[in-house]
C-alpha cells in the first residue's frame, strides 16, 4: 500500500485514520444497541455507521413517529463515486423512516475553501449529485436539496437563512476556532458559520420548527458539529443537533478515495472494462505475496479493498460475507478469485444503476427547492 503524507481535517484527509484514536478525541460515542429496523440496514448493522452524538433524540422519534430532520452536505467537486454512496444510502434509509430530508450544496465553501466557481459546482452538483440520488432511491417528497449561494426562491426563507448565519456568529469566539480547527481564515471562518446555518435552519419557523434534526457525516466533519453543538448551548433557541458518523470507503490503493484521482475510485458510470482494469490493476490486496505463500499463510480481509467493497455495499448476505473472509483469511480463496467475484458484484449493480441513472438525470428539478 503506498504510504500517504498524514493530514485529517473537514477539508483534506489523506493516509490511514485511526477510529479509535479519533472516538476518544473527538468525544463520540459508539453506536451499540439499536432497533431492529437499524440493524437490517447493513450500514448499521456492520458498523459502517459507528458512532453518534445524541441519536437517542431520533430514535424516540423514529419509535413515537414524530417529525424529524435529516441534514446533510455534498461538496460539489469530481465524479460521485462508490465512497459518495454510504451517506446517499443514509439519506435514503432516513427518508423511509419518515425524516424530512435537507441537503445543502456547498457551492459557496468549494469556492471559498477550494477556489472553485459557483458555476463549476452548480454544473457538477446537478450533472453527478443529485442524479445518482435520485437513481439511488431518494424521493422528490419530503426533500430540500438547496445550493448555499442561493437558498431559495422564497425571500423569507432565503432572509432567514442567511440571516441565521451572521447571528450565530455572534456566539463563537476566533479562540474556539483556532482550538477546534487549528489553521483558520476568514474564508474558513465564513463557510463553518454557513455550515452551522445549514444545520439549524431546519427549525426555523421559516421552515419546519423546532424539532430533532440529525446530521450523518464522515467523522472527519465533527468539528463542525462540536462547534455548533457549542454554539446552540449558548443561543438555546433550538433543539440540540444529534449526528452519525461513518467509516470512509477505502480508495482502491488504500486511504480515503481521492476525487482528484481517477484511479483511486469506482465512478458510478464507469463501464464494465473500467471497473475490471482499476480493481485488477489498483485494488490493493491483503493476500500472500505469491499464490504459494497465500494458500499456506493465508490473507488479511480487514486491509483487502475488494474485501471491504463488499462488507460496505456490495454483498448484503452475512453468510456469504462470512465465509468469504474465513476463506480468504484460510488461503482456501485466493487474491485474484476475491477480485473476479468483487468486479462481478460491482458491475451487475453499476449495470442496474445505470440504466436509472438514465431517467433520473429528466427529474433533477423536482427535487431543488
Known amino acids: 500500500m ?20 479519533l472516538v476518544k478525541k473527538f468525544g463520540v460515542s459508539h453506536l451499540k444497541e439499536l432497533p431492529e429496523i437499524f440493524n437490517k440496514n447493513i450500514l448499521f448493522r456492520r458498523k459502517i455507521v459507528f458512532a453518534h452524538r445524541d441519536i437517542q433524540r431520533i430514535l424516540e422519534a423514529v419509535k413515537n413517529k414524530k417529525p424529524f430532520v435529516m441534514m446533510t452536505g455534498l461538496m460539489p467537486t469530481g465524479k460521485f463515486h462508490i465512497g459518495h454512496m454510504i451517506l ?58 438547496y445550493f448555499q449561494s442561493e437558498r431559495s426562491k422564497n425571500c423569507k426563507k432565503a432572509n432567514a437563512y442567511y440571516r441565521l448565519q451572521n447571528v450565530l456568529a455572534r456566539y463563537a469566539t476566533f479562540n474556539e476556532f483556532k482550538a477546534v480547527y487549528g489553521d483558520i481564515n476568514p474564508g474558513k471562518m465564513l463557510s463553518v458559520f454557513l455550515q452551522a446555518s445549514d444545520m439549524f435552519h431546519p427549525q426555523l419557523k421559516e421552515f419546519e420548527g423546532k424539532m430533532p434534526v440529525l446530521v450523518p457525516v464522515g467523522i472527519d466533519q465533527d468539528p463542525h458539529l462540536r462547534l455548533a453543538r457549542d454554539i446552540s448551548k449558548r443561543i438555546k433557541s433550538f433543539v440540540q443537533l444529534s449526528s452519525t458518523y461513518h467509516i470512509f470507503a477505502p480508495g482502491l490503493g488504500g486511504g480515503k478515495m481521492s476525487a482528484s484521482d481517477s484511479n483511486s475510485y469506482i465512478a458510478l458510470t464507469d463501464s464494465e472494462k473500467d471497473v475490471e482494469r482499476k480493481i485488477k490493476r489498483y485494488a490493493f490486496s491483503g493476500g500472500g505475496a505469491t499464490l504459494k505463500e497465500h494458500k499456506e499463510k493465508g490473507g488479511n480481509p480487514d486491509i483487502d479493498v475488494s474485501f471491504q467493497y463488499l462488507k460496505m455495499m456490495f454483498e448484503p448476505d452475512d453468510k456469504k460475507l462470512e465465509k468469504i473472509y474465513n476463506d480468504y483469511k484460510s488461503g482456501k480463496l485466493s487474491t485474484g478469485k476475491l477480485k473476479e467475484y468483487t468486479i462481478r458484484k460491482i458491475n451487475s449493480f453499476l449495470k442496474k444503476h445505470q440504466k436509472k441513472l438514465k431517467k433520473a438525470r429528466k427529474k433533477v428539478n423536482r427535487y431543488l427547492k
Do not use: H, T
Request: glycine residues 6%.
Open 2 to 21: 503506498k504510504k500517504k503524507s498524514k493530514k485529517f481535517n473537514p477539508w483534506e484527509v489523506s493516509g490511514e485514520v485511526d477510529y479509535e484514536k
Open 88 to 145: 446517499a444510502q443514509q439519506m435514503i434509509f432516513y427518508q423511509k423512516l419518515g425524516a424530512k430530508v435537507y441537503i445543502a450544496v456547498a457551492d459557496l465553501e468549494a469556492y471559498n475553501i477550494r477556489g472553485q466557481s459557483l458555476e463549476e459546482s452548480r454544473k457538477i452538483a446537478l450533472n453527478e449529485y443529485i442524479p445518482n440520488y435520485i437513481a439511488l432511491g431518494l424521493k422528490p417528497f419530503n426533500c430540500e436539496i
